[in-house]
T-cell receptor, first 112, second 114 residues
Framework: AQSVTQLGSHVSVSEGALVLLRCNYS??????LFWYVQYPNQGLQLLLK??????LVKGINGFEAEFKKSETSFHLTKPSAHMSDAAEYFC??????????FGAGTRLTVKP | KAGVTQTPRYLIKTRGQQVTLSCSPI?????VSWYQQTPGQGLQFLFE???????NKGNFPGRFSGRQFSNSRSEMNVSTLELGDSALYLC?????????????FGPGTRLTVL
């Protein structure tokens, strides 16, 4: 069954530092991969998605993710963290349906 | 264009009661999916509706049911509420079902079962 694993339930970085949130998927066929962000008391907002068009995907708010088939990974990065990036981030996988499976989430804290 | 709306935003019920949550998708979107979010289990897929038909269903008991109307609005019902049903219920809509269509999420309904 398809699933995603997010390594690290909590990540803390200093403002201006690199953000790296890890996501690995288990799949025998190429999936569709997504990163969502959730701010307190809000729904999920799509940051970016991988649909096999390009392995490096650029999203909103300066985030990007690289699909690495050999490593079954889809890690999310941002070169310089901003205070407003503090939120919970979810990696998700789906195939040819809307049955989206989410990782457990990673809470990002940004220190001033 | 208005986003996905969910009503009510907050709800308090007692064990054994039933509850109905409502979701209005973005105008023109025909697919609606429901998710349950809890601290312990994370985000879990409940079911998806497209053109008034349930297309996919997650691993939840029959107490959880839903439906979709001809205008694509969807309702989710939970009967015989249990304490463990306390969660944030998220609704997401997309243009069509399947493939890699982006899902747009509503703010959720926070259900507390006492």
């Amino acid at each position: 069954a398809q699933s995603v694993t997010q390594l690290g339930s909590h990540v803390s970085v200093s403002e201006g530092a690199l953000v790296l949130l890890r996501c690995n998927y288990s799949s025998s066929v190429p999936p569709y991969l997504f990163w969502y962000v959730q701010y307190p008391n809000q729904g999920l907002q799509l940051l970016l998605k991988y649909t096999s068009a390009a392995t490096l995907v650029k999203g909103i708010n300066g985030f990007e993710a690289e699909f690495k088939k050999s490593e079954t990974s889809f890690h999310l990065t941002k070169p310089s963290a901003h205070m407003s990036d503090a939120a919970e981030y979810f990696c998700a996988v789906s195939y040819n349906n809307n049955d989206m499976r989410f990782g457990a989430g990673t809470r990002l804290t940004v220190k001033p | 264009k208005a986003g996905v709306t969910q009503t009510p935003r907050y709800l308090i019920k007692t064990r054994g009661q039933q509850v109905t949550l409502s979701c209005s998708p973005i105008s023109g979107h025909r697919s609606v999916s429901w998710y349950q979010q809890t601290p312990g289990q994370g985000l879990q897929f409940l079911f998806e509706y497209f053109s008034e038909t349930q297309r996919n269903k997650g691993n939840f008991p029959g107490r959880f049911s839903g439906r979709q109307f001809s205008n694509s609005r969807s309702e989710m019902n939970v009967s015989t509420l249990e304490l463990g049903d306390s969660a944030l219920y998220l609704c997401a809509s997309s243009l069509v079902a399947g493939d890699n269509n982006e899902q747009f999420f509503g703010p959720g309904t926070r259900l507390t079962v006492l």
